[in-house]
T-cell receptor, first 116, second 117 residues
């Protein structure tokens, strides 16, 4: 089954303790992206990657890191989490060059992170 | 500034009734517009995708319209069901020049729909 898999689904951590949220896709998509979703706001892009070893900042990259060593994986790293990073996070993948609208864009099921 | 605004923020309807959700955008250059359905705590799932030249597209009981001149879109749900209770998100793609085809997605905040029996 074609899917984007995020882990964990739920995570509670303490301020300053490094964590990684994993994201994996099995569709051979070039493009992957991380978003956070907060109440009353639309999804906001954190980082994206157009291919292996190619990453770039989205709209809200502060406090986050990513890496793209393999095509299928795109982990999100919080080096020193803070309470304002408490949010619902989504990973997504799609075919590069889907500007025509013919490409699919698949989201993972989400990771709910709480930083206390 | 590229923005997508949706209305209403929330809506309650009775099962079997129809409803229409609105999306206004100020995104340029426009590439395409998508409607997503997001169940609580789950990732968004695509309902429809429309490009500049398309003004209506249906997916079962969901019909989306697009007026590129006024930069407005609507999502009409016919004969609502309890399973339609979800958030509906309008997403507009802007072409990033010189990017070789990459679109930046701009998300609306969504309309939360509750269908009651």
């Amino acid at each position: 089954e074609a899917q984007v898999t995020q882990n964990p689904r739920y995570l509670i951590t303490v301020t300053g303790k490094k964590l990684t949220v994993t994201c994996s896709q099995n569709m051979n998509h070039e493009y992957m992206s991380w978003y956070r979703q907060d109440p009353g706001l639309g999804l906001r892009q954190i980082y994206y990657s157009m291919n292996v070893e190619v990453t770039d900042k989205g709209d809200v990259p502060e406090g986050y890191k990513v890496s793209r060593k393999e095509k299928r994986n795109f982990p999100l790293i919080l080096e020193s989490p803070s309470p304002n990073q408490t949010s619902l996070y989504f990973c997504a993948s799609g075919r590069y060059g889907w500007g025509s609208g013919h490409g699919g864009y698949t989201f993972g099921s989400g990771t709910r992170l709480t930083v206390v | 500034k590229n923005q997508v605004e949706q209305s209403p923020q929330s809506l309650i309807i009775l099962e079997g009734k129809n409803c229409t959700l609105q999306c206004n955008y100020t995104v340029s250059p426009f590439s395409n517009l998508r409607w997503y359905k997001q169940d609580t705590g789950r990732g968004p799932v695509s309902l429809t995708i429309m490009t500049f030249s398309e003004n209506t597209k249906s997916n079962g009981r969901y019909t989306a319209t697009l007026d590129a001149d006024t930069k407005q879109s609507s999502l009409h749900i016919t004969a609502s069901q309890l399973s339609d209770s979800a958030s509906y998100i309008c997403v507009v793609s802007a072409v990033l020049r010189g990017s070789g085809g990459y679109n930046k997605l701009i998300f609306g905040a969504g309309t939360r729909l509750a269908v009651h029996p």
